[in-house]
T-cell receptor, first 115, second 115 residues
Framework: AQTVTQSQPEMSVQEAETVTLSCTYDTSESDYYLFWYKQPPSRQMILVIRQEAYKQQNATENRFSVNFQKAAKSFSLKISDSQLGDAAMYFCAYRYGGSQGNLIFGKGTKLSVKP | DTGVSQNPRHKITKRGQNVTFRCDPISEHNRLYWYRQTLGQGPEFLTYFQNEAQLEKSRLLSDRFSAERPKGSFSTLEIQRTEQGDSAMYLC?????????????FGPGTRLTVL
């Protein structure tokens, strides 16, 4: 069975600095997708960034980038120039590449941003 | 607002009562998912529909849970004879089946408290 592990329950970063959130996963599939979702307090979950497993190039979305290490089954999220609005729970998620696409989530990392 | 909506946002009930939640997906999305999120955990998949057909159910979905999606539009999730362990946030998400990776868009959730 596929599993997603986030080993950092909480992280803290100073405003304008860079922080990296860790995620590892376990799967025997070769075709899959990986995601980072952000869940602000009392607000709905939104997609931050995605990575297709077959792509070697790491995905980037503005201040957010990933370090995808397929052999190591590692998928970390780097947030550059952290802003107060980045404070939230961050969930790493896996989805099998087939058409049945439910997400498997990690337990999340709570990110605090200090002014 | 054309996002995923869920009602009610909060529900407090007594143990043994039945509750029903509603999810309205993004209008053109034909796939709809239900997840459950307990405190300190990531969302866990419950079930999903493609149009009106319920295609997959998690083992988490006990006999007391039932979900419907009549006419392939909104969906309801009913919990019969609620137990304290049912207290959680119930999240709904929707997506298209066409498209490259079928991003799931989440609603704000319904927070259930069973006393």
């Amino acid at each position: 069975a596929q599993t997603v592990t986030q080993s950092q329950p909480e992280m803290s970063v100073q405003e304008a600095e860079t922080v990296t959130l860790s995620c590892t996963y376990d799967t025997s599939e070769s075709d899959y997708y990986l995601f980072w979702y952000k869940q602000p307090p009392s607000r709905q979950m939104i997609l931050v960034i995605r990575q297709e497993a077959y792509k070697q190039q790491n995905a980037t979305e503005n201040r957010f980038s990933v370090n995808f290490q397929k052999a190591a089954k590692s998928f970390s999220l780097k947030i550059s120039d952290s802003q107060l609005g980045d404070a939230a729970m961050y969930f790493c998620a896996y989805r099998y590449g087939g058409s049945q696409g439910n997400l498997i989530f990690g337990k999340g990392t709570k990110l605090s941003v200090k002014p | 607002d054309t996002g995923v909506s869920q009602n009610p946002r909060h529900k407090i009930t007594k143990r043994g009562q039945n509750v029903t939640f509603r999810c309205d997906p993004i209008s053109e999305h034909n796939r709809l998912y239900w997840y459950r999120q307990t405190l300190g955990q990531g969302p866990e998949f419950l079930t999903y529909f493609q149009n009106e057909a319920q295609l997959e159910k998690s083992r988490l979905l006990s006999d007391r849970f039932s979900a419907e999606r009549p006419k392939g539009s909104f969906s309801t999730l009913e919990i019969q004879r609620t137990e304290q362990g049912d207290s959680a946030m119930y999240l709904c998400a929707s997506s298209l089946t066409r498209g490259f990776y079928n991003e799931q868009f989440f609603g704000p959730g319904t927070r259930l408290t069973v006393l």
